[in-house]
């Protein structure tokens, strides 16, 4: 018997992830030079691939609580109160998720029901739309590309007036897929109007430790901490894609309620990988700074050649991407431009259609890949512009 139409119907708004459809997609291509997901080329530091090790030697195979390991926890949030000036009890504010991925599933989930309404800023990652469709809610993309990619008080509160039936608010900062922050003024100004209306924030601040400003990254937390919850883990920090380890750090009266939805989507993150993490939070709490200081260099250099063939770029202020526009006298079809791009030249980025309505026209593309493929990337880039405009 077919039983295939009893799946939940809001399966059918959503999508395999299209950036990871065009990274397979051109993946085919012999030779391709990829500059699309957002994995760190670094390897996972020395001394917390150690600690690994011997937590598998020390035969530490067995479940920790569903908050993940108290030693971990508190090495997390002495880790977010020294870096940002945040303070989350260990014993009852701190989760410990398998990767930011699923602290942002628990979190959605435990929150929407049909009929709520997101506001998020955009274009924005496409990794929340579809978890937000499964529960039955509705995105709203607030459109900021007239304005440098940057969220205004002014935006925000519009939308929350337009919006009655908005429950939660998604900052993302630094942003992927453009790279932009908030400084401390704009952040404490958007947590003013949040702090007016009955919602949640959720701050995915995956990429704190990826900022190229003087100043440091500013958490909203600081400023709405009864209505944030915030997001962050260790794969973009400390190059550990694959130990997949995140955290959600919120007022206990959400934390309660978060960990019923984290128990049963996975009991616990993988206790190896946390013993890792505490040895990366603790030993390991500036390891990212070395990055940091190559990915500037690798941002400079891939603005000083793309701006020059016309591409327009919000100069990133963290993470590691550029999100450019396509130049007005090329194809503006973003899809059909890089399909173009990727077999005349062996070179993949990113559709900004990828990130939402409003990242058409533009191409996100990783710098988190070395600086001999980058190299390469931009001489082929620039012979294809060259080549398209002769």
Known sequence: MDVSHLFNPNLDKIQI???????????????ILKLTLGEPDFSTPQHVEDAAVAAVRAHESHYTGMSGLLALRQAASQFVSGKYGVTFDPESE?????????????SLMSILVAGDKVLTPAPLYPGYEPLIQLAGAEMVEIDTTKNGFVLTPEML???????????????????NPTG??????????????????????????????LTYTDEKHVSIAEFAREQTIVLNGLSKSHAMTGYRIGFIFADASLTSQIIKTHQYFVTAATTVSQFAAIEALTNGKDDAAIMTKEYIIRRDYIMSKMTPLG???????????????????????????????????????????SFGQYGKGYIRLS??????????AMTRLTAFVNEKRA
């Open 311 to 353: 591409f327009d770029i919000a100069k990133p202020d963290g993470a590691f991407y550029i999100f450019a526009k396509i130049p007005a006298d090329l194809n503006q079809d973003d899809f059909a431009f890089l399909i173009d791009f990727a077999n005349q030249k062996q070179v993949a980025f990113i559709p900004g259609s």
């Open 180 to 209: 932009v922050t908030y400084n401390r003024a704009e952040i404490k100004a958007l947590s003013d109007v949040i702090k007016k209306y009955p919602v949640f924030v959720i701050s995915d601040e995956i990429y704190s430790e």
């Open 157 to 175: 509160e519009a939308a929350l007036i337009a919006h009655p039936e908005t429950k939660v608010v998604i900052l993302n900062y630094p942003s």
């Open 17 to 31: 992830s299209a950036i990871r459809r065009f990274d397979q997609e051109v993946s085919k291509i012999p030779g």
């Open 94 to 106: 701190v989760l410990v998720t398998v990767g930011a991925t699923e602290a942002i599933s628990a």
């Open 367 to 376: 710098y988190a890949a070395s600086m001999a493929v980058i190299t390469e």
